[in-house]
């Protein structure tokens, strides 16, 4: 018989120190029962970027994302306030803003016709002037939490998941230049725990990374729900690498920034979203700034194959959990406890 969703999580020893600890266990990777756990705990409860601050600077700029599986839009009011709801129309649950992002006067759903203010109040109708019983003024767009954080719009679906962890952050100088997509073949913690290892798997995998980091002196710094890995460059910068619990990437250059953000797209299927930023976004920069971007392809396609190779081995037989470096590892250590709180509350 399959073990039962609390069997697989309670599995899991969170009190166990790093020098003790396992990795969570593989079903965690490849039960298909756990994505939807996840969706409703860790992603739901969790703070979700969802744009980016100059999207929505001004009056009617908005944004539309899926947050945990949920359809959601982040607008700027004509009153100069930021707002995020579920965008889902009240009359017959259709997505009333449709464009990825965007400048509006009103949010109206193309399915009636209905018509949202920029604050979310149901103003118009069509032919509905003989409905009884119907209160308008409760019927406005379902409202979400929302937050800025340095250059990002950040949504939590769930009141009761924790405040934002704010800390400061020097990234005003990059301007966003580019949006790339990857389509993964591994769990969404697959791709999340490659990232944490502090640096574990750069000598061995990413010979061109390795070339330009000074890989012995390479720090980790843990907070309540983020990790700061950073590595001295042999150019004598340092290259910062922040995750934000769960699923949310911030990796600083001197001239350079991207953002990773992890989707899961199934048990065994993610998305990363990529989103590249120069302090140059200017013409004359456009092909340095392209071939940092093909730099840093090169490096994502030799994470995409050992993700997938990871993936394979966590579906066989003969793996249930690994170790931890000490060392290395501690940030994978925080990201499994961190899992591992949120998903208890959803037994
Ligand atoms: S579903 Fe939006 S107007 Fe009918
Ligand atoms: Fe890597």
Partial sequence: ???S???IIDSYDPAA????ASTIPAPWYVDPRMLDLELKTVFARSWQVAGRAEQVARPGQYVTDEI??????VVRGNDGGLRAFFNVCRHHAAAVMTEPSGKAQ???CPYHGWTYSLEG???GTPEFSEVSNFDRGSMGLVPVEVAVWESWVLVKLDPSGLPFESFPLDVAKFHWFERRHYHMDCNWKVFVDNYLDGGYHVPHLHASLDAVLDYPNYTIENGERHCLQSSPMRTGDRALYYWIYPNFMI???KDAMDTNLVIPRGIDKSEVIFDFYFTDISKEARSRNLASIAASERIQDEDTAICKSVQRGLASRAYTAGRLSVRRE?????FHRLLHADLKMGL
């Fill in 251 to 253: 990796n600083v250059y």
């Fill in 330 to 334: 501690t940030g994978e250590h925080l």
């Fill in 121 to 123: 109040e149901l103003k």
């Fill in 17 to 20: 120190p790093l020098s003790e």
């Fill in 106 to 108: 009103h949010l109206r």
């Fill in 5 to 7: 969703l609390k069997q």
């Fill in 68 to 73: 945990a599986g949920a359809p959601i839009v």
């Fill in 1 to 3: 018989m399959d073990p």
